[in-house]
C-alpha cells in the first residue's frame, strides 16, 4: 500500500494530484481550434470523460468553502484536536473534582458508600452479626459491634466492611445483673461508637489507635435503682482492651472527639434530712482514663421520698448532649451550656415538659408540643433572650454543615382547611427569620452543599438553603419516612426491597432497583445504618443481608 501525502497547492502550479500519489500535467493551454468544438470558446477544452474525471480531482472549479478548508487543512487538523483535548481535559477535572467531593462527604455521618444501579446483597451473615450491624460503628474498615452472650456476657465481633468476614473477637464479661420479677435472664443492650483516636505516648499521627467504644446494659426489674453500665474501649484494629469502666445506672454520656463525657449523679445530705443533688461532668481520656477536666453544678433541690416507689424526681435523671464547640447538660428546670474545656458558657431555666437540645450554629433549643398537639420551640439567644417558633428543630439525616449560623425548623398542622406544613431557617444567633417555605412538607430532610431535600407527603423538594426558593418538586405518589443519599443521589426505600435514586440537579428518577428474589423476600424492609453507612436488610430468619 502507498502512502498518500496532502500537498498545498500552489496557485502558480498546473500540477495536480492523482489519487495513484504521482504528479500528472494539467490541461494543455490550447489555442484557438486546437481540438475544440466548434462554437467553443477559445482555450477551452473539449468537453470529453476525461476531461469531466478531471475536473473533479483538480479541484479548479470546487466551491470557495471546499478551496478555504482544503488550504486551511494543516491549521484545522491541530485546532480540532486541541479543542477536543480542551472538551477531553474540562470533563476529566469535573470528573475529579467530583470525586474528591464524594470522598470528602464520606466521612460525613450519614452519608452512605455509592449505591448503583446494580445494586445487590454484598454479603450475609447470620443473627449474632445482625446485632453488630444494628447496633455497630464503622472503624478503619470494619464493623465493630457487640452480640450478647449467655452467662452475662458480651462478644465484640469486628466483621470486614466488604466481605463480612470475621476478623476478631472479644468476650467480655457484664456484673451481676438485677433480675427480673420471673428470674429470668434480662435482655442485654449494646451499642458501640468510635472515641476518636487518642494518641499514644510517642505522639506519633501513625502511632495513634482507632479506638472504639462499646457499652451494654442489661435493665433488669422496674423496682429499685437501674443497673450499672458496663463501658469498654478496645483498639479497633486487633480488639486489644484498653480501660473498663462501670458507671452507675442514671448517668449519662457521650463521645465527642475522641473523649468520653460522663454525667453522673452526687447525693448531698444535710442533718435534717433535706436532700440535694450535684451533677459532675467529667471528660476523660478513653484509652488512659486520664481525666481532662471536671466541672459540678451547683446544689440541686430534691423533694422528699413519697409513699409511691415510682415517683421520679426531677433532680434524678440527666440529659448530655454534645456537638461541635459545646456540651449540653440538663437536669430537672435547668440546662447548661459549657465550652469543651469545661468552662460553663450559660445556665438556662427549663419548663417542665420541655426538652433541650444543642441545634446547629451552637444554639440552644428547648422544645414541647402543647395540649392540642401543635410544636413549639424557644431559640436560646447568647444574651439569654428567647425567640419563641411555632416549630421544631428538623431533624436532618445528612448535615453536611453547610450554611453555618442557620437553625432549621419544621412544622405540620391539621386545620379546618387541611394539613398545613412548612419549612424555615433562622440565624442562630439573632433569631431572626432568613427564610420560610410553606406549602413543604419535611418528615426527613438532607442538607448537601447548600440544598436542603426534604421528603414527606407531598413528594421529595430541593430547597436553597441560603434564600429558601424552590429548586424543584417531584410528586411521589406514596409515603416515604426516611431520605438517604450517598452524595450523589437521594435514595429512597421501599415498598419492600426497593430502592429508588433521584437526581439532585432536577428531581427525576435516575434509576429503580428491585432485590426481591435475591436472597431477600417480597415485603422484606430495608434499613440504613445508624453508623455502618450502608444499607441492610433483616430476614425472617433473624440473619442480615449487607447491600452493596
Known amino acids: 500500500m502507498q502512502d498518500v501525502h496532502l500537498v498545498e497547492a500552489d496557485e502558480h502550479d498546473d500540477r495536480t494530484v492523482a489519487p495513484s500519489g504521482r504528479a500528472r500535467p494539467g490541461r494543455d493551454r490550447r489555442g484557438p481550434g486546437a481540438g475544440g468544438p466548434t462554437g467553443a470558446p477559445d482555450g477551452a477544452d473539449a468537453p470529453s470523460a476525461a476531461a469531466d474525471d478531471r475536473h473533479d480531482t483538480d479541484g479548479s472549479d470546487a466551491s470557495p468553502v471546499h478551496r478555504w478548508v482544503r488550504t486551511h487543512l494543516r491549521l484545522l487538523v491541530p485546532a480540532v484536536l486541541a479543542v477536543a483535548a480542551l472538551l ?69 465481633r469486628a466483621l470486614d466492611e466488604l466481605t463480612g468476614a470475621l476478623r476478631w473477637t472479644r468476650e467480655l464479661d457484664l456484673p451481676t445483673p438485677v433480675m427480673t420479677p420471673d428470674a429470668a435472664s434480662p435482655a442485654t443492650w449494646t451499642v458501640c461508637t468510635t472515641a476518636g483516636a487518642p494518641s499514644t505516648s510517642t505522639n506519633s499521627p501513625d502511632d495513634a489507635r482507632p479506638v472504639v467504644a462499646c457499652l451494654a446494659q442489661q435493665p433488669g426489674s422496674d423496682i429499685g435503682p437501674p443497673p450499672e453500665v458496663s463501658l469498654w474501649f478496645l483498639d479497633a484494629r486487633d480488639g486489644t482492651l484498653l480501660s473498663t469502666q462501670r458507671l452507675p445506672g442514671d448517668a449519662a454520656f457521650t463521645v465527642l472527639d475522641g473523649r468520653l463525657l460522663t454525667a453522673v449523679r452526687e447525693e448531698d445530705e444535710d442533718g435534717g ?13 478513653p484509652a488512659t482514663q486520664e481525666a481532662l477536666w471536671t466541672w459540678t453544678t451547683p446544689p440541686i433541690d430534691a423533694p422528699r421520698v413519697t409513699q409511691q416507689p415510682t415517683d421520679v424526681w426531677s433532680s434524678s435523671f440527666a440529659s448530655l448532649d454534645a456537638r461541635a464547640d459545646h456540651v449540653l447538660l440538663a ?5 447548661w451550656l459549657l465550652d469543651t474545656d469545661g468552662s460553663m458558657l450559660r445556665r438556662d431555666g427549663l419548663e417542665p415538659g ?17 395540649r392540642d398537639g401543635r410544636p413549639q420551640s424557644r431559640l436560646l ?13 428538623l431533624w436532618l439525616t445528612v448535615d ?33 427569620l432568613r427564610w420560610r417555605v410553606t406549602g413543604v412538607e419535611a418528615t426527613s430532610a438532607v442538607l448537601l452543599d447548600d440544598r436542603l431535600y426534604v421528603v414527606g407527603a407531598d413528594g421529595l423538594a430541593a430547597i436553597d438553603a441560603t434564600t429558601g426558593a424552590v429548586r424543584w418538586t417531584t410528586p411521589l405518589g ?3 419516612d426516611e431520605l438517604s443519599t450517598d452524595g450523589r443521589w437521594l435514595l429512597l426505600r421501599g415498598p419492600g426491597p426497593v430502592v429508588e435514586a433521584y437526581a439532585t440537579a432536577d428531581g427525576g428518577r435516575a434509576w429503580r432497583a428491585d432485590l426481591t428474589g435475591e436472597a431477600l423476600e417480597p415485603g422484606t424492609n430495608l434499613r440504613v445504618g445508624w453508623q455502618v ?6 430476614r425472617t430468619d433473624g440473619s442480615v443481608a449487607v447491600l452493596g
Open 354 to 370: 420541655w426538652w433541650p437540645e444543642l441545634a446547629r450554629g451552637g444554639a440552644v433549643v428547648h422544645s414541647t408540643w402543647s
Open 400 to 432: 453536611d454543615g453547610s450554611v453555618p449560623g442557620s437553625v432549621l425548623f419544621a412544622t405540620r398542622d391539621v386545620g379546618p382547611s387541611g394539613v398545613v406544613a412548612s419549612v424555615s431557617a433562622r440565624d442562630a444567633s439573632t433569631g431572626d
Open 88 to 156: 477531553v481535559g474540562a470533563q476529566l477535572l469535573l470528573d475529579a473534582r467530583e470525586r474528591a467531593r464524594v470522598a470528602a462527604l464520606a466521612d460525613v455521618r450519614g452519608v452512605l458508600r455509592p449505591v448503583d444501579p446494580g445494586l445487590g446483597v454484598r454479603w450475609a451473615s447470620g443473627a449474632e452479626d445482625a446485632r453488630v450491624v444494628e447496633s455497630g460503628v464503622l472503624v478503619d474498615g470494619l464493623v465493630v459491634g457487640a452480640a450478647p452472650l449467655p452467662a452475662a456476657q458480651v462478644q465484640v
Open 273 to 285: 434530712g433535706d436532700r440535694s443533688t450535684r451533677w459532675r461532668v467529667t471528660a476523660t481520656d
Open 331 to 335: 437536669v430537672g428546670s435547668s440546662s
Open 533 to 538: 453507612p450502608r444499607m441492610y436488610a433483616l
Open 478 to 480: 406514596r409515603t416515604v
Open 381 to 393: 439567644r447568647p444574651d439569654g433572650s428567647r425567640t419563641t417558633v411555632d416549630a421544631t428543630p
